[in-house]
């Protein structure tokens, strides 16, 4: 079984700051990408940041400056800090990571149950 659980959501005024924590537990051998993904009301889910083992960080263009992603190898842990949080940036913030399970073959994906972001004007 694997698990990933998402912290730090929370109400924040525009300009403000929060950081999201991500800890992904269970059966777990090895993990190439871990980051975050948002969906907001009626929208699809889209990519916030990410951090791919041997590649680096990806980020979604309206984010990069403010939002910084950084992972804990050994923690397996992922943050995403955000500053100068706009009103647009309200959602639902998910934890994914593509990782391998101990006596499994292929990597797969996980999601995290999401943490709620509200960024008020």
């Known amino acids: 079984q694997v698990q990933l659980v998402e912290s730090g959501g929370g109400l924040v005024q525009a300009g403000g700051s929060l950081r999201l924590s991500c800890v992904a537990s269970?059966?777990?051998?090895?993990?190439?990408?871990m980051g975050w993904y948002r969906q907001a009301p009626g929208k699809e889910r889209e990519l916030v940041a990410t951090f791919t083992n041997g590649v680096g960080k990806k980020y979604t263009e309206d984010v990069k400056g403010r939002f910084t992603v950084f992972k804990d190898n050994g923690k397996n842990m992922v943050y995403l800090q955000m500053n100068n949080l706009k009103p647009e940036d309200t959602a639902v913030y998910y934890c994914?990571?593509?990782?391998?399970?101990?006596?499994?073959?292929?990597?797969?994906?996980?999601w995290g149950r999401g943490t709620q972001v509200t960024v008020s004007s």
């Open positions: 994914h990571a593509h990782l391998l399970r101990l006596h499994f073959t292929t990597y797969e994906d996980y």
């Open positions: 269970g059966d777990i051998f090895s993990i190439n990408v």
